[in-house]
């Protein structure tokens, strides 16, 4: 966690990681077409990203950043986030302005905890809450 840093621009996101074999990866929000956030204990939280498909990823060069046991299709996972809710709501207006479009929760990803999000042009640029 102290290595990894998540960089949120208006065309994508990327995560650096790695001290040993330094890995860098950007995920296009035109490529995003839905993702969870997941609230966890104190003040913590993760986002997971899923991608259109026919979008090919590796579960192995995203790990420990692909969500748990998701080989297909693979889920880019932004994880334990300090502040989770601070963090979505930059997505969401970071893939608001790519898409031109407003983004608004529209589904809860899990019990209680979690939420996603969908721009008013449809699931393609589905975003975070």
């Known amino acids: 966690a102290n290595t990894t840093i998540y960089t949120i621009t208006n065309h994508r996101l990327v995560l650096r990681f790695g001290v040993a074999l330094p890995m860098m990866i950007n995920i296009p929000w035109h490529r995003v077409s839905a993702a969870d956030l997941q609230l966890g204990g104190h003040n913590t939280g993760s986002i997971a990203l899923t991608v259109e498909p026919g979008q090919k990823l590796s579960y192995w060069l995203l790990w420990p ?19 989770p809710n601070d963090v979505a709501e930059k997505l969401r207006l970071a893939v608001g302005e790519h898409d031109g479009s407003e983004v608004t929760a529209v589904r809860d990803a899990s019990p209680a905890t979690s939420a996603g999000l969908e721009t008013a042009a449809g699931p393609r640029s589905a975003a975070f809450s």
Request: hydrophobic content about 35%; some cysteine; glycine content about 0%.
């Open 65 to 83: 950043y692909a969500k748990p046991w998701r080989f297909s299709p693979v889920q880019p996972m932004l994880r334990c986030i300090t502040d």
